[in-house]
């Protein structure tokens, strides 16, 4: 693999690593809904701020998010859309390997 290929991968594999959280999986499906600020999504997950803020500067560090500021307070809100087209396939390989295990539940399906 040459340095350009490698490179490619590299950014890949960075902002694959920034959704591989559950609480940021979390924050993106919200922000998809409408722009939200810090002290919101902190209510929403019930984790403390500090550690909210971490996970948007995660996301917003990778490029899934941005940020504005509006008084006193900074929303935040997607900017990767095509992200939910990815949970979307994601979505429909989970029903999928579901309706695979139910079939081997059931003796139904390969062993």
Do not use: N, W
């Given at each position: 693999?040459?340095?350009?290929?490698?490179?490619?991968?590299?950014?890949?594999?960075?902002?694959?690593?920034?959704?591989?959280?559950?609480?940021?999986?979390?924050?993106?499906?919200?922000?998809?809904?409408?722009?939200?600020c810090v002290c919101e999504l902190t209510e929403m997950i019930g984790d403390d701020m500090s550690t909210i803020s971490k996970h948007l500067s995660i996301l917003k560090s990778?490029?899934?998010?941005?940020?504005?500021k509006?008084?006193?307070?900074?929303?935040?809100?997607?900017?990767?859309?095509?992200?939910?087209n990815f949970f979307m396939c994601v979505e429909t390989m989970i029903q999928e390997h579901l309706k695979e295990q139910m079939k081997i539940i059931e003796g139904k399906g390969k062993s």
């Open positions: 693999m040459d340095s350009k290929l490698k490179i490619k991968y590299q950014m890949r594999a960075e902002l694959i690593k920034a959704l591989a959280h559950p609480t940021r999986l979390f924050i993106v499906d919200e922000l998809a809904k409408e722009s939200k990778a490029g899934i998010i941005e940020s504005e509006r008084g006193t307070q900074v929303y935040y809100k997607l900017k990767m859309q095509c992200v939910l």
